[in-house]
């Protein structure tokens, strides 16, 4: 009998993970103009850096003071979702600023995202704040939506 306390304890806070989870990368985007401050990580172009499931907390910053080796989020217009990518290189042309990023896993990212074609350089605007902190494995219910929702 005890067991079957268990699994429904076990089963309430799973579906309260999940819940929050989604809230806290749905719910808090829409309120923050569309930039999510809570993310999770839902490819593996980032390993071993931040692995697939991992939370990362994302604070708005000034473009100028974003380096070469920076973690920082970014939204693709061609591909219409939020990056996660380090900064390799940073290009200054006509007063405008330009990130070159490239994720850290050398198979799935062999080459930086804008030479690879998969993205423009990315600009200020495009730009959406650097990678602060990271929450391992918690984002695996929000993983796990969005594979159910494509």
């Known amino acids: 009998m005890d067991w079957e306390k268990e699994i429904k304890e076990t089963l309430?806070?799973?579906v309260i993970g999940i819940v929050l989870a989604y809230s806290l990368n749905i719910g808090l985007g829409h309120a923050l103009d569309t930039k999510k401050p809570?993310?999770?990580?839902?490819?593996?172009?980032?390993?071993?850096?931040?692995?697939?499931?991992?939370?990362?907390?994302?604070k708005?910053?000034?473009?100028?003071?974003?380096?070469?080796?920076?973690?920082?989020?970014?939204?693709?217009?061609y591909r219409h979702f939020p990056v996660v990518h380090r900064v390799v290189a940073i290009n200054r042309e006509d007063s405008k600023i330009y990130f070159?990023?490239?994720?850290?896993?050398?198979?799935?990212n062999p080459l930086?995202?804008?030479?690879?074609?998969?993205a423009p350089p990315v600009t200020p605007?495009?730009?959406?704040g650097k990678?602060?902190?990271v929450?391992?494995?918690?984002?695996?219910?929000r993983v796990f939506l969005s594979e159910l929702v494509h």
Not at 125 to 128: G, I, N, Q, V
């Open 125 to 128: 605007e495009m730009l959406w």
């Open 112 to 118: 930086p995202d804008q030479v690879l074609g998969i």
């Open 100 to 108: 070159i990023t490239k994720g850290d896993n050398n198979r799935t």
């Open 131 to 133: 990678v602060i902190y």
């Open 135 to 141: 929450i391992p494995k918690l984002g695996w219910p």
């Open 12 to 14: 309430i806070y799973l």
């Open 60 to 77: 708005g910053v000034n473009p100028e003071d974003i380096k070469v080796g920076d973690i920082i989020v970014y939204y693709n217009p």
């Open 38 to 58: 809570v993310m999770a990580v839902v490819s593996t172009s980032m390993e071993p850096t931040f692995c697939k499931g991992d939370i990362v907390v994302v």
